[in-house]
T-cell receptor, first 109, second 114 residues
Framework: AQRVTQPEKLLSVFKGAPVELKCNYS??????LFWYVQYSRQRLQLLLR??SRESIKGFTADLNKGETSFHLKKPFAQEEDSAMYYC???????????FGSGTRLSIRP | ETGVTQTPRHLVMGMTNKKSLKCEQHLGHNAMYWYKQSAKKPLELMFV???????ENNSVPSRFSPECPNSSHLFLHLHTLQPEDSALYLC?????????????FGPGTRLTVL
């Protein structure tokens, strides 16, 4: 069965500290993994996807098929990174996408 | 307005009412989605439409009835809802319904069922 697990509901770090938001998945085929973000009073929007291998706003995420993980990382947190982050999973040819329960990231000054 | 719009933004209804949520996308996309976001559950996919054809129905109760008259508009008709249906209902669109496509979300409709 397809499943996305984000074990932390809330993650609080100081400004300038490294950030890692955890995401583990379960999927039998070839997965497509995404991170979506929702800033306060804004819409849910795509942050990055594993196939593009980009760094967006300083965030990166590497797909580790051995550990079935897609953790989101940033070396130095900024206050504007405070938001709700959702990990999502889909199959390359599937229309269905599954979201994790989300992690609220709070950056303390 | 650009992007994905949803109306109304807030809706309060009784259990015997019939109401509809509307979504419109101005992005030229071919796929549209309805999601339910509850306080204590992950974002749940409800329906997927591709080129006005329903391609996914995620075991949603029949009191929720979607309609996609064209690729730019999506409705969610509500009938005899329950208080536990109170949630934020999000609409999204993507270029196609393939899993790798970025989804663009609307602002949501906050529904309260009394």
């Amino acid at each position: 069965a397809q499943r996305v697990t984000q074990p932390e509901k809330l993650l609080s770090v100081f400004k300038g500290a490294p950030v890692e938001l955890k995401c583990n998945y379960s999927y039998s085929g070839s997965p497509e993994l995404f991170w979506y973000v929702q800033y306060s009073r804004q819409r849910l929007q795509l942050l990055l996807r594993h196939i593009s291998r980009e760094s967006i706003k300083g965030f990166t995420a590497d797909l580790n098929k051995g550990e079935t993980s897609f953790h989101l990382k940033k070396p130095f947190a900024q206050e504007e990174d405070s938001a709700m982050y959702y990990c999502a999973l889909s199959g390359s040819s599937a229309s269905k996408i599954i979201f994790g329960s989300g992690t609220r990231l709070s950056i303390r000054p | 307005e650009t992007g994905v719009t949803q109306t109304p933004r807030h809706l309060v209804m009784g259990m015997t009412n019939k109401k509809s949520l509307k979504c419109e996308q101005h992005l030229g996309h071919n796929a549209m989605y309805w999601y339910k976001q509850s306080a204590k559950k992950p974002l749940e996919l409800m329906f997927v439409y591709s080129l006005e054809e329903r391609v996914e129905n995620n075991s949603v109760p029949s009191r929720f009835s979607p309609e996609c008259p064209n690729s730019s508009h999506l409705f969610l008709h509500l009938h005899t809802l329950q208080p536990e249906d109170s949630a934020l209902y999000l609409c999204a669109s993507s270029q196609t319904s393939g899993g790798a496509n970025e989804q663009f979300f609307g602002p949501g409709t906050r529904l309260t069922v009394l």
